[in-house]
């Protein structure tokens, strides 16, 4: 052994002695720290609490168990974990987990919503969820109490967060062509949309939620008027025709306009304030003005052609509106009696007796004085074909000069004006008889006679021309002179221009005449009595220029 | 048999790890090679334990590796995470069997087995056991040479995630098992280079 060992020990090169020195062996660490990273790794999901949350929705089509993510603003905040329909409610219950979500953020004003391809006329949706499926978005808000129980949206709604602005409600009576997305304009400026609509629970109304970017709801008050300005409006009144258009795109989308009182110094409306959306820009004017409005009463033996809504005008400045139609029974002669309920509207009246801000009662009184004014200045109510093609009547406060003095009487507080009848259709036929009759006075007859005369005449002169001396010409000449002095050119002329005179009468009366067909066809008769007039003055001037035409026939 | 051969140990001789020049101890454990100047042992300093520390690790890793999502692919706005165990299972049930059978060999298998295998050995090198010297180092052998190949999933990974960035088309993002699973590779070729195969012999009956 010990040969072996030296042996050994001579071939084999001898080490250098290294101490070193022993402990703990560091290689100990490496599993503690991969036993460190992998708890880590598996448990960062077990530790972390996600939040969940059950949102119900009436259609949960393509949506997928652990598939179908949850969004916000194109942002993958979470995904639906279970999707089971809810027994006996027919909803759909689906849960979703949220990744990374401030608890606090999902309170009871959040929304959910399911967002999957939608086409309709404000443009096409969710076009990227044809291929990636549908998803859920969420709209959080961070006002209220963290709540895990919700109720999805049907339709798409407007984030609320990162959108400054405030929500309104309107109501309607119909929704017209008023969609989701549709502008809402203050000025023609956009400034928010309708965000969805649906009918009111007792179906009397449509309710509009629409969303006001800040800062253009600051715009919106208390007294703030919105109207539709969907579509085109073809408005044919008392006061004639009327198209209006806001622009292309609502008359696709539809749209909602605003506005408010100038010197609007209110603050901004709450949201969630309900507001009524008009039909029109003039019905929200019409409202606007009658905010305020006296009652006045007018008795009228015939209503035809008057309507509701029609104006009431003194001195072709509007003052009213009327407001009612209606027949009534008078107490003691046992009479149907028609009349019309007008509105004044004191801002209209002229020189504003009334301020805005006086009580009712002041402003009322201020009204009643100045009508009392009016009926003892022989000021009469009267009704007034305004147009010849639709029959359409208005109301017309005139000063009338034969009256009797008549005065504003108040039956229960309402005030009944004076008024005098329209005037008659007969009328207007005995004015178109003494016309023709005077066109028959007019003696064509004579006149023809004249001219067979003068022809006669004329042909004996030309006969004897050749025969009789120059001096014989001139006689005749002279009794040919005296002939025609003796034509009733100054007459015809006379009863001409009277003529037209009766005729001009005519057409201001028709124009004032009843309406409808009869309108028509007389403003036609009219139109061919007008050409006639004008023919005949034109033959009455030539002849004043040139009376040997008679003789000779027209150049 | 064993017992008839004198071994270098025995002889007061080892080789140096480096140069692999025959070195006399002089009685001493630790010594510096007189021809490359790195330290000579007989016998790997603090294998068993070493290994056993690498090898532990290897296993914690190997748990988020095969739970955690190893690829998250996006398409057209779905995001879709796979563990090795579900792309396993979704080449299965597409009938591509053969794909998924070495998928599951090399990254599921494989780094179990190697686990295992070097597992035993330091638990038989620990017990002192002098069976079946033959089979364990064939074992070792195996897994070494074997352990390299389940990097093939990690590549698979880096590659896909390096071709598939097709924006808002197709995405394809490596997941945390990745890291995970790299450890459990990488771990496990620490494991066995801290073993010493010349351990599995210093037993004798």
């Known amino acids: 052994m010990t040969d072996e060992t030296t042996q050994s020990t001579t071939r084999v090169a001898t080490a250098n002695v290294k101490q070193k020195s022993k402990g703990f062996s560091p290689v100990w660490v490496i599993p503690i720290v991969a036993a460190l990273l992998g708890g880590w790794m598996v448990f960062q999901n077990l530790l972390e609490e996600k939040l969940t949350v059950t949102v119900k929705f009436k259609d949960a089509g393509g949506l997928v168990k652990d598939k179908t993510l949850v969004k916000y603003r194109d942002i993958v905040v979470g995904k639906v974990t279970d999707v089971h329909i809810e027994h006996g409610a027919g909803d759909i219950n689906v849960v979703l987990q949220f990744d990374d979500v401030d608890p606090e953020a999902i309170t009871e004003s959040t929304r959910f919503w399911v967002v999957k391809p939608r086409v309709g006329l404000g443009g096409v949706t969710g076009l990227d969820t044809l291929l990636s499926g549908s998803y859920i978005e969420v709209d959080p808000d961070l006002k209220g109490e963290p709540a895990t129980e919700f109720i999805g949206l049907d339709e798409p709604g407007i984030h609320q967060l990162g959108n400054p602005g405030t929500r309104y409600n309107l109501q309607a009576y119909r929704l017209g062509s008023v969609g989701r997305g549709a502008p809402v304009k203050y000025r023609d400026i956009n400034v928010g949309q309708v965000s969805r609509y649906e009918l009111a629970e007792d179906n009397s109304t449509v309710e509009i939620e629409i969303f006001i970017r800040a800062p253009y709801d600051k715009l919106v008050k208390k007294d703030t008027r919105f109207w539709n300005i969907s579509g085109l409006e073809v408005d044919a009144g008392a006061e004639g025709f009327a198209l209006k258009m806001a622009s292309v795109a609502t008359l696709i989308a539809g749209g909602i306009a605003f506005n408010n009182n100038d010197e609007s110094t209110a603050a901004q409306a709450p949201a969630h304030s309900v507001f009524t959306l008009y039909d029109s820009e003039d019905d929200e004017i019409i409202a606007a003005e009658v905010a305020f409005s006296v009652p006045m009463k007018l008795y009228f033996d015939d209503v035809q052609g008057l309507e509701e809504g029609a104006p009431a005008t003194y001195k072709g400045l509007r003052i009213g509106t009327i407001d009612q139609v209606s027949i009534e029974e008078d107490d003691d002669n046992q009479v149907m009696l028609t009349f019309a309920m007008l509105k004044i509207e004191p801002d209209r009246l002229p020189g504003k007796l009334s301020n805005r801000f006086d009580s009712d009662d002041k402003r009322t009184k201020g009204v009643h004085r100045f009508f009392e004014a009016l009926a003892t200045r022989g000021v009469r109510a009267q009704l007034k074909t305004g147009n010849l093609l639709t029959g359409k009547a208005l109301v017309l406060f005139d000063d009338s000069r034969q009256v009797e003095p008549a005065s504003v009487e108040y039956v229960d507080g309402v005030a009944v004006f004076p008024t005098i009848p329209q005037e008659s259709f007969e009328a207007i036929i005995a004015k178109v008889d003494s016309i023709l009759a005077k066109i028959d006075a007019i003696p064509i007859e004579k006149i023809g006679s004249n001219l067979a005369q003068t022809s006669s005449n004329l042909a004996q002169t030309t006969t004897s021309v050749n025969e009789v001396p120059i001096a014989e010409i001139g006689d005749n000449l002279a009794a040919l002179t005296a002939k025609l002095d003796k034509l009733p050119v100054g007459q015809i002329g006379k009863d001409l221009a009277e003529t037209l005179a009766s005729l001009e009468a005519l057409i201001e009366t028709l124009n004032a005449a009843k309406g409808g067909v009869l309108g028509v066809q007389t403003h036609k008769a009219l139109t061919e009595i007008g050409r006639a007039a004008t023919a005949l003055r034109g033959m009455a001037e030539y002849l004043e220029r040139h009376p040997e035409a008679l003789l000779k026939g027209k150049k | ?205």
């Open chain 2, 1 to 205: 048999m064993a017992s008839q051969v004198s071994n270098a140990k025995d002889q007061g001789i080892a080789g140096c790890h480096t140069c692999g020049l025959a070195v006399n101890m002089n009685n001493q454990s630790h010594v510096e090679c007189p021809r490359c100047g790195s330290e000579v042992h007989y016998r790997k300093p603090n294998s068993v334990s070493r290994a056993c520390a690498f090898l532990i690790a290897a296993f914690i890793m190997y748990i988020p590796a095969n739970t955690e999502p190893m690829m998250r692919t996006t398409a057209l706005g779905s995001e879709e995470a796979d563990t090795i165990m579900s792309g396993v299972l979704y080449f299965l049930s597409a009938g591509e069997w053969y794909l998924a059978l070495v998928i599951f060999a090399a990254s599921v298998m494989l780094p179990l087995l190697k686990i295992i295998a070097i597992g035993y050995i330091l638990v038989s090198i620990q017990r002192g056991s002098a069976q079946r010297q033959m089979e364990k180092t064939s074992l070792y052998r195996i897994a070494e040479i074997l352990g390299k190949w389940s990097m093939l999933d990690i590549f698979v990974v880096g590659l896909m995630v390096m071709l598939v960035q097709l924006g808002n088309l197709t995405a394809i993002d490596p997941g945390p098992a990745v890291i995970a699973f790299a450890l459990v590779v990488i771990l496990t070729m620490f494991a066995e280079e801290a073993l010493d195969p010349k351990l599995i012999w210093d037993q004798t009956e």
